[in-house]
């Protein structure tokens, strides 16, 4: 009952019609306006209460990706990015790429946005601004799409992007290695065709896809 008073604040859930609970109360706003307020900070604390409900493990990271299973990953397989501030703190970061990843992926009912490929080991949770470069958008699920390994590298590379119709683009850099069946069968098909939108968050930032074509796609 508390989760659908939330979801009575939520305008995600409100612009498809799902009204939740009328009971919010004013401590239920505040909760909500503080946790979207200080997001980039709350967010990796949220996912470090919710590792810690089921492991005191740092080592190891909490998966809900698989079908009614909770699984307990190596953290070696979430490895942080890190810089010159972040060294110290691998710990909290990769508890924020984990909430990101976790959020992204289940939004997207663990399905490449583009290809429908639906295996969790090969889906990445990818950045539309990159990781290093944008720390309050690191965290923030309308900075992500749900892709296939393949398809992330080709976005992160700058070889395919995404239009203001959230339709797919092939770039001219990734064209210049056609023919190549295997290539071409993997991002051919889905050149103009609109992305498979996520069903449990808004849709990905169109001011984020609007600086990935800009800084990052290359024509």
């Not at 501030?85 to 976790?102: D, I, M």
């Not at 490449?112 to 950045?127: K, Q």
């Not at 959230?166 to 190549?180: A, C, E, N, T």
């Amino acid at each position: 009952m508390k989760l659908s008073n939330f979801a009575s604040l939520d305008p995600v859930l409100q612009a498809r019609g799902i009204r939740g609970l009328s009971g919010a109360t004013k401590t239920d706003c505040a909760m909500w306006d503080e946790f979207h307020t200080e997001f980039p900070a709350l967010a990796p604390a949220s996912e470090q209460l919710l590792h810690d409900l089921f492991t005191k493990d740092d080592g190891r990271e909490v998966d809900f990706l698989h079908r009614d299973k909770v699984r307990l990953e190596p953290a070696a397989r979430f490895i942080a990015w890190t810089g010159p501030t972040e060294s110290t703190a691998t710990v909290k970061v990769r508890r924020g790429q984990q909430f990101f990843r976790q959020a992204v992926l289940n939004a997207y009912n663990v399905r490449c946005c583009i290809s429908g490929i639906h295996v969790p080991r090969l889906l990445v949770a990818s950045h539309i601004k990159p990781w290093s470069g944008f720390p309050n958008e690191r965290v923030d699920p309308r900075n992500g799409l749900c892709l296939s390994s393949l398809h992330d590298a080709a976005f992160d590379a700058g070889l395919i992007t995404i239009d203001e119709q959230l339709r797919v683009v092939l770039g001219k850099q990734l064209k210049s290695y056609f023919p190549q069946a295997a290539l071409e069968q993997n991002f051919t098909p889905f050149e103009g065709k609109p992305i498979n939108l996520p069903v449990k968050l808004a849709e990905p930032s169109k001011e984020f896809l609007l600086y990935h074509r800009e800084s990052v796609f290359m024509l």
